[in-house]
């Protein structure tokens, strides 16, 4: 359990579930589900490319994910291009 911020873990370990206060939080309806969209991941291949090494750390420095940000990259660059 991550323990940064400003929660006050030691008390909300001692709570049962009775003693928290869920009014914040909306009602789940039939109109939760209204508006939501299942989208399935995508089968991926695994894959070996040669990119600029100043690219790659480029997208490495945003931190975790940087393969998938590629990946969205890419995705947009073909989406626009289809027609093309």
């Given at each position: 359990?991550?323990?940064?911020?400003?929660?006050?873990?030691?008390?909300?370990?001692?709570?049962?579930?009775?003693?928290?206060?869920?009014?914040?939080?909306?009602?789940?309806?039939?109109?939760?589900?209204?508006?939501?969209?299942?989208?399935?991941?995508?089968?991926?291949?695994?894959?070996?490319?040669?990119?600029?090494?100043?690219?790659?750390?480029?997208?490495k420095s945003l931190g975790k994910g940087y393969?998938?940000?590629?990946?969205?990259?890419?995705?947009?660059?073909?989406?626009?291009?289809?027609?093309?």
């Amino acid at each position: 359990m991550k323990k940064n911020g400003k929660t006050d873990w030691k008390t909300l370990e001692k709570m049962n579930d009775n003693e928290i206060d869920l009014s914040d939080i909306p009602p789940i309806d039939e109109n939760l589900w209204t508006k939501g969209e299942l989208k399935l991941p995508r089968n991926k291949i695994a894959l070996s490319v040669r990119i600029d090494e100043d690219v790659l750390e480029w997208f490495k420095s945003l931190g975790k994910g940087y393969q998938t940000k590629i990946n969205a990259v890419l995705r947009k660059y073909m989406e626009t291009n289809k027609s093309a």
